[in-house]
């Protein structure tokens, strides 16, 4: 029992992580109908411009929650900008063309990102900067790390200001409304355009606290580091209902608990394995997702 | 003098020519209609005017604004209000999130207030459905709601598609006798309809369209008594 409760709290905390990352991709889906391929790879240059910016702080040598908090909204501020250039310069010239050009797309960008991530920060991997000391509290016998209560509690204040910026502002209910029927949206005086970037803002701003999260707990960075992730928050986002906020964060949940429960039950080596099995089931079985709710082709 | 016009307005869609020279105008204060067969070019000549297409040709100009380079959202700031065809109420949103929508660009506070007081006396259903999902409407109910978000950024101009659309004949009534309400409050409306007995019995003048083309125009009671458009489109 008691071991399970210490596999659920590590499952939930590196669950938060890909819910995290999940509501960008499906944020994005919601306005624009597509997958963001290249959604991992922000991400990943959010843990690097953690690292970055925790060096230039000095955060590593001398922690204190004002440099981690430093490092966190600079690395989200900057993975926004770098959100809203990517969907101006690659996806907005192709908002008349299929969907299938623009996945395409992101799928260039995606490799555009990562090859351009080993020619500026080194293909070797990096060791982040360990800006929040890392301590052990037991509570009951189940150890609770440092990290992990600074990863659940800035995952549960994102997704709750995600929420209350959704469901209470003007901005919020103009996100939904064009997620609901673009057209429709604009007709209502809503400029789509910027609400598109508004969402590539939000959404990368996430990944990137997701990238300043894991650094965290997994002290190394690499380039590469956001394609499984990315491509497993992804499953998270189908877990959930792709387009569907609140799915996409009990989507990334369930994962990171089922994959952590899978190790730590079954084998390491199928860790990987369990999110695309998920991924095959729930596309067979049900591929709206938990949430999602079938959706009537528009005419 | 004449408030919205369309001087041989041309849209391709792909390759195919919906609208091949239409030209139009409508005066403040009046209903026109737009008349005409399934793929006549009615919604396209709408969906043009709101700027959801680009015409390859011609000009469109409101109040002497010109509109042909314009987005929806900048269309919506000129004054022009469009309930599309299909209705297509925000289904995941409330009645009042649709209706403060409406208003989206606008900042007049008490404006507001006072057009959905007015949207409310129009449509007193939407008020004791307020907080519900739209989605949760009847289809009656939630064509009111189009017709009343379209109301609420308190346009000088209204677009409305095919309003009837889908309604019970009593409902159909109901709607008509409201477009013409509207009107009397100083509206001006362009109507698209696939009734066109209902659509020329309110509307004060009638374009009648075909293929893309204006084929006739006129009072809405000389067309509705010409025997061409009565035995093309009245089913006489």
Known sequence: MQEFAQQLLNGLSWGSIYALIALGYTMVYGVLRFINFAHGDVYMVGAFLAYYIAHAVGAGSHPSVAAAALVLLGSMVGCAILGVIIERAAYRPLRRQPRLTVLITAIGVSLLLENAGQLVFGADPKFFPQFIPGRNLSVGGVVVTSHQIVILGVSLLLMAGLHTFVMKTKTGMALRAVSFHREAASLMGIPTDRIISITFAVGSALAAAAGVLVGLSNPKIDPLMGLLPGLKAFVAAVLGGIGNIPGAMIGGLILGVAEVLVSGYISSTLRDAIAFGILIVILLTRPTGLLGRGQVEKV | ?236
């Open chain 2, 1 to 236: 003098m004449p408030k919205l016009v369309l001087e041989d307005v041309h849209v391709h869609y792909g390759g195919i020519k919906a609208l091949k020279g239409i030209s139009l105008e409508i005066d403040a204060g009046e209903i026109v209609t737009l008349i005409g067969a399934n793929g006549a070019g009615k919604t396209t000549t709408l969906r043009t005017i709101s700027g959801l297409l680009r015409p390859a040709a011609g000009r469109i100009t409101f109040d002497g604004a010109d509109l042909t380079r314009l987005k929806p959202h900048e269309i919506v700031a000129q004054g022009i209000s469009h309930a599309p065809e299909g209705r297509i109420v925000f289904a995941n949103l409330t009645v009042r999130e649709n209706l403060e929508l409406g208003a989206y660009r606008r900042r007049d506070r008490d404006g507001i207030r006072r057009d959905l007081e007015r949207v409310f006396t129009l449509f007193p259903r939407l008020k004791e459905r307020y907080s519900q999902n739209a989605g949760t409407l009847s289809g009656g109910e939630q064509q009111m709601l189009a017709v009343g978000r379209a109301l609420m950024s308190s346009p000088r101009l209204l677009l409305l598609d095919e309003p009837s659309l889908g309604l019970a004949p009593i409902l159909v009534r109901d709607i008509f006798q409201t477009i013409r309400e509207i009107n009397a409050q100083g509206m001006t409306v362009l109507l698209v309809e696939q009734n066109a007995h209902m659509a020329l019995q309110i509307a004060a003048r009638g374009y009648v369209l075909e293929t893309g083309q204006v084929i006739h125009s006129g009072a809405a009671k000389e067309l509705a008594s010409d025997e061409r458009v009565k035995k093309a489109y009245l089913g006489e």
